[in-house]
């Protein structure tokens, strides 16, 4: 089979390409260009991108780099930061891996003439009788079917995740066997197009005016100022321009457009559920509708909770109410919606208002 497989230059996507070369495969590694500016964090370094090609080298296959620096602009880094001005949390990374690392990857390996699209993503595909489903990784510690969670059924069926069956120290000591130089290297952590001197504060505010807001308790009392209210996400408990010693108070309202954050405490920020808008599914809506309770996951490594799911007629919005009140999930940020048994993803979308 003719694969085209994704390095990122990290240890995952190394070990991925050498399975698949050892399983007999015609691979070609493929670096993605995403990011044209500053970068010292993520996955979009120069440095990457060399360490990719090196490993290549090492495996003996091709190697090329594409740039689609447009597309990531287009897709991730402008509505990033428009959502800041809007009182937004957005996802970057899932974004890119929605209009990027997949659609728009898959594309240029449809166009090649590839077979599959394989990444160091720890997820598995697996057959069933409704055709493929998304499985979580077998390293739940590491799993990445909460990021991966959009890939449809079209898509999944030609999709493959060579280290999803394997735990993270089972992948470094692969690549150490082999003698890959990324076998030590460590896990990208932060969003790529942020420098981890400046920060989301240095990066945004080279592109968007920050203004000041007023702190307001539930009640409606000022208790503080902060200097950018577009830095003050739902939940957020720092850097909240409150004195220490206190009560702990959280973020449970950003008012973008009247300049005013309003704090409570932890109970303030419990919800009966959420609308969950722009929902795609591994199947379709009724796959998730067949379960009376599922398993609802509201960040990359959070841990499920309990939830029902109803969606409408055309399957885009749906209310996830929890079976016990759970705390409120900032606006923009992914919803995933697994089976009963947490081992299989039925779909997801992006948060909204809470119930």
């Known amino acids: 089979m003719k694969v085209m497989i994704a390095m990122s230059g990290g240890v ?13 495969h015609d691979v070609v590694g493929v670096t993605m260009r995403l990011w044209g500016g500053e ?15 090196r490993v290549a080298q090492q495996l003996g296959i091709d190697h090329l780099v594409f740039n689609f620096t447009e597309d990531f602009n ?9 959502a800041h001005t809007v009182g937004i949390t957005p996802n970057p990374c899932i974004e890119c891996n929605r209009h990027v690392k997949f ?14 699209v394989a ?90 005016p920050m203004r000041s807001a007023t702190v307001v308790d539930t009640s409606g009392t000022t208790v503080g100022t902060v200097p950018a209210v577009e830095m003050v996400t739902l939940g957020q408990r720092r850097g909240i321009g409150l004195p220490g010693g206190g009560p702990k108070r959280f973020v449970v309202d950003v008012d973008v457009e009247a300049g005013v954050v309003t704090v409570g405490d932890e109970a303030d920020l419990l919800t009966d559920g959420h609308v969950v808008h722009d929902m795609t599914w591994v199947h379709d809506a009724e796959m998730a509708a067949a379960h009376d309770t599922v398993l609802v996951q509201s960040s990359a490594h959070g841990t499920p909770q309990p939830a029902t799911v109803d969606v409408d007629d055309d399957g885009r919005v749906a209310q ?7 705390r409120r999930i900032a606006p923009g940020q992914s919803v995933v919606i697994y089976d009963p048994g947490d081992r299989f993803v039925l779909g997801g979308g992006i948060a909204a208002n809470p119930l």
């Open 12 to 24: 995952d996507s190394s070990v991925a390409a050498a399975l698949l070369v050892e399983q007999g």
């Open 320 to 326: 996830v109410r929890w079976l016990e009140p759970q």
């Open 103 to 116: 659609a728009r990857l898959s594309g240029r390996a449809t166009l090649l003439g590839f077979d599959a």
């Open 74 to 82: 287009e897709h991730v880094v402008d509505p990033y930061v428009h």
């Open 39 to 53: 970068s010292d964090t993520g996955c979009c370094s120069v440095s990457d991108v060399d360490d990719a090609r």
């Open 119 to 208: 990444t160091g993503h720890h997820a598995r595909v697996t057959p069933s009788a409704n055709g493929v489903e998304l499985e979580r990784g077998a390293d739940r510690a590491k799993d990445q079917s909460y990021v991966v969670h959009m890939i449809d059924q079209a898509e999944l069926a030609r999709t493959m995740f060579p280290v999803g069956a394997m735990t993270k120290p089972d992948v470094r000591a692969h690549a150490a066997r082999l003698g890959l130089r990324t076998a030590t290297k460590p896990d990208s952590q932060d969003v790529c197009f942020i420098t981890s001197t400046g920060g989301r504060t240095a990066f945004l505010g080279r592109r968007i």
